[in-house]
């Protein structure tokens, strides 16, 4: 499926006009099969793609882990991260209402209580809010800038010791990206698998006491770089 398109719209606008015609989807995790419905007009409608599933089988997620997938889409991501932390929290977000529906609906039909579908662009509807892990396949599309601005505030919502774990190939970018975190991230950054020209990086946020360095809070001086690089590539495409 070519992702800017939703038949003729970008798959991240927040109300697709597109015909909806749902259809039913499966895959396997953890011995578990975990049931969907997806539609048009969201990302990855004809099923789970090779990049996501890459993702969820690197996830890495503990029981007790609050976890943000972050653009959930119809809520593979979110709902394997559920089945992980099963004494945890997950939240999914997505500024595509139509795809915020099919999460909850999917949600539901793999029988999660404790996860929730909120509707916004970026970091929006977790404003304040620091999560173990953030799952992210972002919309590559939408550009450079866009996309670092993604990385840059992943930081701020991750609580000590806590992981952004992102996908992406090749050709959007993600070697750039790689470079991009182990030169600005104020931790570590690891590859943690490739596959079908994918690769999934985790940068980890250090541990609190590993964040001061003689009385100052490294966190905050690694904000200031990383907000500082994505505005300094305005104007600049993927």
Wanted: one cysteine or more.
């Amino acid at each position: 499926m070519d992702e800017r398109r939703g038949e003729s719209e970008p798959y991240w606008t927040e109300r697709p006009r597109s015909r909806s015609a749902p259809s039913e989807r499966r895959f396997l995790y953890r011995g578990e099969l975990l049931a969907f419905t997806v539609d048009t007009g969201v990302f990855s409608s004809h099923g789970l793609d090779p990049g996501t599933a890459l993702l969820i089988e690197n996830l890495g997620v503990r029981p007790d882990d609050r976890v943000l997938d972050l653009g959930c889409g119809w809520g593979s991501v979110g709902v394997a991260a559920a089945k992980a932390a099963a004494r945890g929290r997950v939240v999914l977000t997505d500024v595509n209402r139509r795809a915020a529906r099919l999460a909850r609906a999917n949600l539901a039909r793999n029988g999660i209580l404790h996860a929730e579908v909120r509707v916004g662009e970026g970091f929006a509807p977790v404003a304040g809010e620091t999560f173990d892990v953030i799952a992210t396949n972002p919309p590559y599309r939408i550009g450079r800038e866009r996309i670092l601005e993604i990385l840059a505030r992943a930081y701020e919502h991750l609580a000590p010791a806590g992981r952004l774990v992102l996908v992406g190939k090749g050709s959007q970018g993600i070697r750039y990206y790689q470079g991009w975190l182990e030169e600005h991230w104020a931790g570590r950054v690891t590859v943690l698998a490739r596959g079908s020209g994918y690769r999934v990086l985790e940068a980890r946020r250090p541990p609190a006491a590993a964040a001061r360095v003689g009385g100052a809070d490294r966190t905050g001086v690694a904000r200031a770089r990383v907000g500082a690089l994505s505005r300094s590539t305005a104007g600049r495409s993927a």
